[in-house]
């Protein structure tokens, strides 16, 4: 999920600060549904720890990665 959300630190989904909090979200939702899919265990707390981490992940990168 990190070399995901890694590459995708420019892309723009919306203009303003909520950006990263967006593509956080969504990059995390979909790293976590393949992984959800593509497991033997229906996982549903993984799910939503994926999301939220995807979500930490974009604001921590963002905020700390261009320095």
């Not at 969504?26 to 996982?43: E, H, P, Q, R």
Request: hydrophobic share 55%; net charge positive; glycine share 16%.
């Amino acid at each position: 999920m990190s070399l995901v959300i890694g590459l995708a630190g420019r892309m723009v989904l919306v203009d303003g600060k909520l950006n990263p909090v967006i593509r956080g979200l969504l990059l995390g939702t979909v790293v976590s549904f393949a992984t959800l899919l593509g497991g033997k265990f229906f996982d549903p707390m993984g799910f939503f720890a994926g999301v939220a981490y995807g979500l930490i992940i974009d604001l921590t990168a963002t905020r700390f990665g261009d320095r």
